[in-house]
Structure formats: structure tokens, C-alpha cells
């Protein structure tokens, strides 16, 4: 039984381990496509999402399309086709995950624009392909490409989110190779997994670039708020464990009180505790304790 059940095991990782490199194979041949699209139609107007939102708080979830909010936010008689459009009435924006593994086409663009209300915002977390593949070697036209989603949501355009691996760690090197690709009409978020990256020098050249550090709350990370541009971006994984956390009221005040005392001119937060749904009420309570104006 142990024998059978260690090769069930296997066999599902061998099962993922495809389906992965079938998506990561997908996402390069998505890439080639965007690339030339780019080339084809890309305007000198990139910086118009930059430009157009202006100065407050941004705060949401990280993803919205979780089977498991069903009956706990999502109702259970509802189809999966209207969660969008009732994630919306509760948030006037959302941090978008999948395409960190799946290199998005023109068409699933097409359809964020066309499934959101006016004045509704999209953060894109930008694939993995970028960050963990490559890690940001030989990357440049690749950012450049996965940029062009900017040229195309215009003014529902908000911040893309670069994720490293805990894996990378600080050296001058990888710093210098990671802000010299990024488009600064763009705002850029970097979010680092290990806490070497802390420290003055990556603060003081990402001030010089233009860039936001993201702040995390999250397991074995510096519990701090760093500000390195006029927007601050944070980012709610949870505290003791990954994903799983509730956030307590006082839990939250602490970052209330360092998100008043940062002097930002916007805001960004996102709540990645999806487990349980625990994200949609922390996100709720933290937009309540800065006296944030509810979605309309």
C-alpha cells in the first residue's frame, strides 16, 4: 500500500511537472506573439496610466477567481461567469495573478477591459517567464513586451508587479540588471522573497529609478513599510503562515499607522491571504480603518 501510494504520488508530480512545462512552452510562443504586436502597434502613450490615476488609496485582493469564496463571499447559486462582476461592487480594483503563469493574449486583455466599470483598476503580477525562468537575464525585450498590456488598458492601467523567487538574493549585479530593464513611464513594483534585499543601498537606487519596493507582510520577511517613490505598494500574504492568516484589527492598525506616517501620494494594498476568504474582510477592514470611501 505504501509502495502504491508513493507512486501515486510521483505520478502527480510528473502529471504537474508537464502541465507546467506545457504552460511555460505556451507562455513563450504568447510572448513572440505580444512581441510583435508591440512592434506593429505600440503608441508613445505608455505613461498615460501613470499619469491618469490619481493620488489615494488602491486596495483589493489578490486574484478574485477562487472556487473556494464560493458560498463564503461568491454566492453558492451563482455562476462563475458573474464573480467578476461581484467582485467589483465590493473593490474598485484587483492584483492580478494569473498572468504571472500564463503570459496573457490580446484576447484575455480584451476581456479585463471589457468586464470592468469605469474608474476600476488592474495591477498585473508579470510572469514568471520574467522572474523566475530568467531571472531578469536577457529579459529586456521581454519587459518591454509584457509592458505593451499598458499601451492597451490605458487609463485602467495601474502598477506591474515583479515577484523574485526567495531564491535570489541580494548582489549589486542582480539590482543593476533588474532596474535598468524597467520602462519608468510605468509603475513598477518589485517584491523580493528574501531579506537580504533590505537594506539602504537597494532603497537609495530604487528611489534614483523610480521604482517602488514592495512592502510585505509576510513569514520571515522585515515587517516594515519602505517608500522609495511618491506610491507605496504592500502587499497582505499573512504573518505566521502563507495565505492562511486573518488579520486582526490590531494587526492592521500597525500598517494603518505607517501607511498615514509614509506621506505617499497613492496607495496601493493587496490582501494574497485568499485561504478561507480571509482576504475580501481583511481587505474591507483595512480600506474601513483608513476611512476609505466604499466602491460604488
Known sequence: MAERTAQDVAARRARRAERRQKQRDANIDRAAKMHQ???????????????????????????????????????ADVPSGQYFAIYQDHFRTVELNAPFYSWPTIGAVKTWIRQAEPGFIYTIKVCELITHLKRFEDTRILVKDFGYIADLLGPQMGCFLFQLPPSVRYTRAMLDSILSQLDRSLRNVVEFRHKSWWNEEVFDAFKAAGAIFCSCSGPRLPDELVRTADDIYVRFHGTTQW???DYTDDELMIWVDRIRRSGAKTVWAYFNNDRDGHSIKNAKRLAELLEVRPAE
Open 243 to 245: 495565505y492562511r492568516h
Open 37 to 75: 504586436l508591440r512592434l506593429a502597434n505600440s503608441k508613445p502613450a505608455a505613461d498615460q496610466a501613470k499619469d491618469q490615476i490619481a493620488g489615494g488609496f488602491h486596495i483589493g485582493c489578490s486574484g478574485w477567481y477562487y472556487w473556494h469564496w464560493k458560498g463564503k463571499f461568491y454566492p
